[in-house]
């Protein structure tokens, strides 16, 4: 298991001097995420729930979540935080139905069917959406 090493050295310096090298960084975290995706597979035995791809689009969702940001200080924070959670799954600080949940079915790469709301009234539904502030 090379990959949990390969992450230590890549560690975020407390602050970018200025934008280009924050998105220089937000593109060494990417492509360091990328490369530790089949490890993640190995460990939480992921091949009969998503594909490799399918786990690079929720990494590069996660990222264009957040293009809209231009302070490197909050870009760190983000990359701070987003190297925090792949240094845990890589580690195996978390198990298989929280990588599912949170990056197959919570990145919409499984749709869900609206279950949730299925045998509830019109006014029901009405009365949750217009209560919920």
Do not use: W
Request: contains cysteine.
């Amino acid at each position: 298991m090379a990959a949990p090493f390969t992450l230590r050295k890549i560690g975020v310096p407390p602050n970018s001097a200025n934008l280009t090298e924050a998105r220089r960084r937000v593109f060494d975290f990417f492509r360091a995420s990328c490369r530790s995706i089949p490890t993640i597979m190995d460990i939480y035995n992921l091949q009969d729930v998503v594909a490799p791809s399918q786990l690079r689009f929720a990494i590069s969702a996660q990222i264009r979540n957040n293009a809209h940001i231009t302070d490197p200080k909050v870009i760190d924070l983000l990359l701070f935080k987003g190297m925090e959670e792949l240094t845990d799954i890589v580690d195996h600080a978390k198990q298989r139905h929280h990588i599912i949940g949170q990056y197959v079915v919570g990145e919409g790469l499984v749709q869900n069917t609206g279950s949730k709301d299925q045998g509830k009234s019109d006014f029901l539904k009405n009365f949750y959406t217009s209560n919920y502030f």
